[in-house]
């Protein structure tokens, strides 16, 4: 069983370890417990967060307001909450 998502009813939870910096946005494996993804934005005034999560919202083809930052704000270790997407998390990584 992964450990880098937990699903309960129509809610996602992910465990992430996010990078930014990088020169474009992508999906890097798994690091770990966690799901690893390269951030084309700077740790800047919440830009990373913000690019984190249109991304998600992107591919979970989902609207932005389904996708919550839970915990780590201000760290690479994060848990982000997706509601309402019909798309396995397992496939992220084919």
Known sequence: MPLWYVINCDC??????VQPGAKQTSLAGLHGDAL?????APPIEGR???VL??????????PLRDVT????EQSRQK????????????????
Not at 12 to 17: A, F, V
């Open 69 to 72: 930052l839970k915990q780590g």
């Open 53 to 62: 999560l249109r991304y998600l919202a992107d591919i979970f083809e989902v």
């Open 48 to 50: 990373a967060n913000e």
């Open 36 to 40: 690893k993804i390269r951030l084309a």
């Open 12 to 17: 996602i939870t992910l465990i992430l370890h």
């Open 79 to 94: 848990r982000v909450e997706v509601k309402g997407s019909q798309i396995n998390p397992d496939s992220l990584l084919n």
